[in-house]
């Protein structure tokens, strides 16, 4: 009988160490499953809060950048008010500008393009906008920026016109004058490019050098920067040669007839791009741009200049330029942009210059970016080579080319006289221009 009550106990304790057992069990778990889904519930907080916080700035950005565009809308609408025949530019510029301004008629959009500002990038974000391409960045090599392959308002019937531009999404580029007439000397005169070489260098040598030869008559592959200004200002004065790449922005776009939505700057232009992007509902096109705007556009700078250097090779002798000497002036552009370090001597001999290849040059420039990958070096790099440049024009020529961009100062809040440029008192000792410091 003992034994059985015993057994009785022992058999009772046993289940009683199960059940207990059981139950701590279960309860540890429930608190582990409780405290992961804490931990879970926290992630996807932090989640939805990082994404709320993202649209909040998003908006917020958005109000902001309305606010900005409406400052300069509201400057040039005053500005035209006051005296709007000031601002309509040389006659024969509405056709051009009818070209210029080139649309899109399903999504209502019509860009002006103003060359030197920004237009080559936004032909072709405009050709991925209108789905004429199907790359997923502007700057895929393969995106064309052919101006005659667009649709334009020229196209319209012209009853149509000023009704389609009040209705779409209307917007233009600028950059500040000054930095704007440096970048085409640069681009277009400076760089190794022999169609811009014969054509208005050539021109440029006939207007203001004495006594040339007819090597720099056929082409003006060496026209310094103090005689570039002197043709600009002469085509100005005398209505002739003038090139949409020097011209003042204000007659590109009849700025005063076309009132645009969105007036975007150099200066500004990946978060102008950013806004006007999200206000045309192009989401992946906008988060494409937003990754590495920067590093995506100095690849793109690369390909596209080491691509024209070699397009031109055959045609360098033509200028009595050897493809060594265009070599040299392609890498003193990028040193002139801040792409490469004033540090990075080129390294390549004239010997071996005959065999170099694409693919080995653009190796060799972005090893030579150095400490130009801080964006404050670059930067820096940049102004000197621009004040190396003014420094070498006198002071007629300045006071002539801020009566030249007066319009453009004054209708997109620029500094007509900037400090920096007209306080210079001598020539600075050229090194950024001085093809034998490369």
Excluded at 211 to 239: A, Q, W
Excluded at 241 to 252: C, K, L, M, S
Excluded at 254 to 271: R, V
Excluded at 283 to 291: A, D, G, H, I
Aim: with cysteine; charged share 30%.
């Amino acid at each position: 009988m003992l034994r059985s009550l015993t057994k009785g106990i022992i058999a009772l304790g046993l289940i009683s160490l199960v059940v207990f057992v059981r139950w701590s069990y279960n309860q540890q778990k429930g608190e582990l499953l409780h405290e992961s889904n804490v931990v879970y519930s926290d992630t996807n907080l932090e989640k939805e809060d990082k994404q709320t916080d993202k649209n909040i700035a998003q908006n917020n950005n958005r109000s902001v950048g309305e606010d900005v565009y409406k400052v300069r809308r509201d400057r040039i609408t005053k500005m035209c008010a006051e005296n709007r025949y000031k601002f309509v530019g040389r006659q024969g510029h509405y056709h051009d500008t009818l070209t210029r301004i080139i649309i899109d008629r399903k999504q209502r959009l019509a860009y002006c393009a103003v060359q030197k500002s920004a237009s080559t990038f936004w032909k072709r974000v405009f050709r991925i906008v209108n789905g004429n391409s199907a790359a997923a960045s502007p700057f895929d090599p393969s995106v064309s920026a052919d101006l005659m392959k667009f649709d334009s308002l020229r196209l319209l019937p012209e009853n149509q016109r000023d009704a389609f531009t009040e209705k779409a999404l209307s917007f233009m580029f600028v950059r500040e004058p000054y930095g704007r007439l440096f970048s085409g000397y640069i681009d277009k005169l400076f760089s190794p490019n022999v169609i811009f070489w014969k054509s208005y260098g050539a021109f440029a040598v006939s207007v203001v050098r004495g006594n040339p030869s007819k090597m720099d008559l056929n082409c003006g592959h060496d026209i310094t920067f103090r005689e570039f200004v002197k043709t600009v200002l002469y085509d100005e004065k005398h209505n002739i040669r003038r090139n949409g790449h020097f011209t003042p922005q204000y007659e590109h776009c009849d700025i005063c007839h076309y009132k645009y939505d969105i007036i975007g700057k150099l200066e500004t232009l990946s978060q102008d791009t950013i806004y006007l992007l999200d206000r045309m509902g192009k989401t992946s096109l906008r988060k494409s741009l937003e990754n590495d705007f920067h590093g995506q556009s100095l690849n793109d700078t690369i390909y596209d200049q080491v691509k024209l250097l070699f397009l031109f090779r055959k045609r360098f002798r033509e200028c009595g330029v050897s493809f060594f000497e265009a070599q040299k002036l392609m890498w003193k552009k990028f040193q002139i942009r801040g792409i490469i370090s004033k540090n990075s001597k080129y390294p390549i001999t004239r010997e071996k210059s005959e065999g170099l290849t694409r693919e080995i040059l653009t190796e060799l420039i972005y090893k030579g970016i150095g400490d130009a990958r801080d964006k404050n070096v670059a930067k820096k790099n940049k102004n000197d080579a621009l004040l190396e440049a003014f420094s070498t024009l006198d002071k007629e020529d300045m006071d002539r080319l801020s009566k030249m961009f007066e319009p453009d100062c004054e209708l997109f809040d620029y500094d007509c006289r900037p400090s920096k440029l007209f306080d210079i008192n001598s020539p600075i000792k050229p090194w950024y221009f001085d093809i034998n410091t490369v």
